[in-house]
C-alpha cells in the first residue's frame, strides 16, 4: 500500500484516509465477532452495533463483486471513492449521533435503521450504479446520497 501512497495523493488525497477507516472498519468488526459469538449482539454497546452493520455493508455490497454484470465488471477509481466515502460518512455521523445521545434522546442502532431505512437501502445499492452513465452522472447521484446522509443524521439529532 505504501508503494501506492504517492499516487493515490496525487490523485485525491481524501482517498487513503477513507480506505484506512474502511480496513478499521472491518478490523473492529472482526474483533467483535468474536464477543457476538460468545454473548451475543444485543449486549453489545450501540456504536458497536453500528460497526456491525456498515462492515456487513462494505463485505457485502463494496467489496463483493460480480465480473458478468455491466455495473460491476469494472469500477472506476471515482466510483470506488464515492462508495467508500458515502460508507465511511454513514458510519461516521452514526457514531456521532449514537455519542452525542442523552437519556432524555436516546439514538441508538435501532433508532438510526428505523429513521434511515431508505439511505441503508441506497448505501446497499451504490454498487448497482452503472459506471456506463458516465462519472459526471454518477458522482451527481452519490454527492446527493452524501448529502441525504448527513441531512438524515440531522433529523435524527433534531427530532424529540
Known amino acids: 500500500m505504501k508503494v501506492l501512497?504517492?499516487?493515490?495523493?496525487?490523485?485525491?488525497p481524501e482517498f487513503q484516509p477513507l480506505r484506512d477507516k474502511i480496513r478499521e472498519i472491518l478490523q473492529l468488526e472482526s474483533d467483535l465477532s468474536e464477543i457476538v459469538?460468545?454473548?451475543?449482539?444485543?449486549?453489545?454497546?450501540?456504536?458497536?452495533?453500528?460497526?456491525?452493520?456498515?462492515?456487513k455493508i462494505i463485505k457485502e455490497n463494496f467489496l463483493q463483486q460480480n465480473s458478468y454484470t455491466p455495473y460491476d465488471r469494472y469500477c472506476p477509481f471515482y466510483k470506488t471513492r464515492w462508495m467508500?466515502?458515502?460508507?465511511?460518512?454513514?458510519?461516521?455521523?452514526?457514531?456521532?449521533?449514537?455519542?452525542?445521545s442523552t437519556d432524555e434522546h436516546k439514538i441508538t442502532w435501532a433508532t438510526i435503521r428505523t429513521a434511515m431505512g431508505n439511505i441503508i437501502h441506497r448505501l446497499n445499492s451504490m454498487k448497482?450504479?452503472?459506471?456506463?452513465d458516465g462519472e459526471e452522472e454518477l458522482c451527481k447521484r452519490f454527492r446527493t446520497l452524501n448529502d441525504d446522509i448527513a441531512k438524515g443524521f440531522r433529523e435524527i439529532r433534531d427530532s424529540d
Open 5 to 12: 501512497a504517492p499516487y493515490y495523493e496525487g490523485i485525491d
Open 84 to 100: 467508500i466515502k458515502n460508507i465511511v460518512a454513514f458510519y461516521s455521523q452514526g457514531e456521532a449521533a449514537i455519542e452525542a
Open 128 to 132: 448497482f450504479e452503472n459506471p456506463d
Open 37 to 55: 459469538q460468545l454473548v451475543g449482539k444485543d449486549s453489545l454497546a450501540e456504536s458497536d452495533k453500528l460497526k456491525l452493520e456498515v462492515a
